[in-house]
């Protein structure tokens, strides 16, 4: 066991610094140069300010922005450090809801955001990913059909023509990687932030 | 279902079993020490850490040794980094003030990286600091991987000599696949993750004001490098909480499908590996044809049964699937495709929740736990489990002819048979034993998230990931308790070292025997009849092992929910 004992030492601690050290301090100083906005989070800038994330999504909830899908995070209780709340879209602790396909608290959240969506747009079928959590709770994206079902709730609360919000919404439709890999989608945040550049006709 | 799902699906078989022949290749000639086009660059540095340990590189070593030498390393490995994650808070590159783990979850942690397991009981942007990201879970992340290659490769080498006392050394297999085969790889692995925009930075968490006025706190870290270790070396660990599912550790529909891919790659080449050491490709083939067969079982089942949903929800009018727990950006298709992957190789890492799939969705990923993972597997474990079942199916094959079993030219005897069951048994034990104790103690009862059938997968699942040193989750369980952190601990341990251990008693038995020329009466073991029985033994011995616990949970939680039925959670 003794004579094992400097092999395991020496090794140790030399590819410690080689692979736990050198080799990530390396990656972030060689990334910084390649790829300065990737390697620092995509941040997005307004005036100034950052205002999000271009992968991220946040939570909106007036009626004059594209909500994002709903979100399970959570962050500690203001009033009880020992407890959760939730918060949606907590950049800072990612979760999915980890319900199952046959718990009764899934099946109220559903029931309940199902009915507030066909409320706000009678007679549309709602998109499955508008009532479901997403994995990490920060999904940056919709589905087209997502963003397009919210078109004509935008487009009142802003006075615009519907024909105008819907257009931006189809310009802002990225598709599969060489009609291939991943799935068609909206950044919400983008498509946001290009609601607010429009200019009133 | 779609066409362009299966379109995904044999694109990205097509570009691991292209790769697995090249990186077999190259590493092969790693592994025998010849040179390569690194050896220039890479060379010195070898060379100057043999000297520093004192290290004789042509001084092979005896199966106990071997297994003595990467046990000792491995308590060593264990140590540091417990000793790391209690005393992060005193040390830099904390530039979030994360406190000290405390020791439960410290000793959970430390026995899942170690392991290669890389459960996360932690939430990583709430609990580590970037000091403890690097040099505890990515150095254990390259250390663990690199040891999972090299008792593969000892294994081998008792397959492939004759007569001999030795199968190579240790710490020379040890440092070679870390300084050849996987450093290279991750730093240009690196590179791209950053270039589609995973987060490569020592800056603290910035705070973003969203459109609407309210503060977001964007946790970000040295994350790429991290990520690119964690799914070549199959570890699964996450950066952050989200593992995969987190937009910053996986951006984009190109990012996810190369992390798919490079969960295999190494794995699949090992294979080629195997086939090239042992002096004819065809037998590294067939048993990757085995592990193909089941993969695209296991694929088919959980991409239709995530395509038609929750029967509950289904009920509720929804149509599309079931996207609980799945990211808009990969859809159904490649959250079930990665699913699949992560759970048949010991990866771990998840882009959605597998506690969110419908009951026969999550049921795959159990299963590919509990054969063993040996569906290409972890790197290295993967193709030592496999050839474990090899010895069985072979034994099996003689009994039915009457016939000493031989593969390979070296007789299967009563040893090696023993050797092998006792590695097979010792997942169902740690597996349905503790989850069996969790199910009767009230700690164990506090875990489960969902009610009903639903809860006693998560805890299932738990236990069948801790001993397979898979990592992912049913995340709902509440695991980051005394009870759990200490025996999902036991179970990785146990899990790993009595698979390791037998494993290497079979490399130095197979390794002393002579080798006896094939005859007539030989199994052909690169034959379509000889991949179907490998595919029937692992079933029927990895399978039927699991199914009443499997009835107990996915299979009566399909039954009820296709009836429409829900359990409240806390009921």
Known sequence: MLNQLRPALVLLIALGVITGLAYPLAMTGLAGALFPAQAAGSLIERDGRIVGSHLIGQAFTTERYFQGRPSATSAADPADAGKTVPSPYNAANSSGSNLGPTSAALAERVRADLAARRAENPGRSVPVDLVTASGSGLDPDLSPDAALFQVP???????????????????????????????????????????DDLRPE | MTLNGWIQIALFCAVVVALARPLGGYMTRVFAGKHTLLSPALGPIERGLYRAAGIDARQEQHWLAYGLSMLTFHVLGFLALYALLRIQAALPLNPDGQTAVAPDLAFNTAASFVTNTNWQSYGGETTLSYLTQMLGLTHQNFLSAATGIALAVGLVRGFSRASSRTIGSFWVDLTRTTLYVLLPLCIVYTLF?????????????????????????????????????????????????????????????????????????????????????????????????????????????????????????????????????????????????????????????????????????????????????????????????????????????????????????????????????????CLPLMMLGFTALATVVAAGLAGPANAGPHGFSEILYAFTSAAANNGSAFGGLTANTAFYNTTLGLGMLFGRFFVIVPALAIAGSLAAKKTVPASAGTFPTDSGLFVGLLVGVILIVGGLTFFPALALGPIVEHLAGGLGQTFPSGG
């Not at chain 2, 503060?215 to 270790?229: E, M, R």
């Not at chain 2, 990012?255 to 195997?274: D, E, R």
């Not at chain 2, 490709?281 to 088919?300: D, H, K, P, S, Y």
Request: contains cysteine; hydrophobic residues 50%; proline residues 3%.
């Open chain 2, 193 to 425: 993750l950053v270039s589609q925009g995973i987060p490569q930075t020592l800056g603290a968490a910035v705070e973003a004001t969203t459109l609407e006025g309210a503060k977001q706190t964007l946790a970000v870290g040295p994350v790429a490098s991290q990520v690119a270790i964690k799914m070549l070396g199959t570890n699964g660990g996450g950066f952050f909480n989200a593992n995969a599912a987190h937009p910053f550790e996986n951006p984009t529909a190109l990012a996810n499908f190369v992390q798919m891919v490079s969960i295999f790659a190494l794995g699949a080449a090992m294979t080629n590996v195997f086939g090239r050491m042992v002096g004819d490709e065809r037998q590294g083939w067939a048993i990757l044809a085995a592990m193909a067969v089941l993969f695209l079982a296991g694929t088919a089942i959980v991409y239709g049964a995530e395509s038609a949903g929750s029967p509950v929800l289904n009920g509720l009018g929804l149509t599309g699937g079931n996207m609980e727990g799945k990211e808009v950006r990969f859809g159904i298709l490649a959250s079930a495709l990665f699913a699949t992957i992560t759970t048949a190789a010991s990866c771990g890492a998840v882009n959605a929740m597998h506690d969110s799939f419908t009951a026969l969705g999550g049921m795959v990923p159990l299963i590919n736990m509990q054969l063993g993972e040996i569906i290409v597997g972890g790197v290295g474990a993967g193709l030592y489990g496999i050839l474990v079942f090899v010895i069985v199916t072979i034994f099996v094959a003689g009994l039915m002819v009457g016939r000493t079993p031989e593969y390979l030219g070296k007789k299967i005897e009563g040893r090696e048979v023993k050797m092998a069951m006792l590695a097979i048994l």
């Open chain 1, 153 to 195: 709730r935008v487009a009142r609360a802003r006075r615009l023509p519907e024909d105008r919000v819907r257009d931006l919404v189809q310009a802002r439709v990225q598709g599969r990687l060489v009609g291939i890999l991943g799935e068609p989608r909206v950044n919400v945040l983008a498509l946001n932030l290009a609601l």
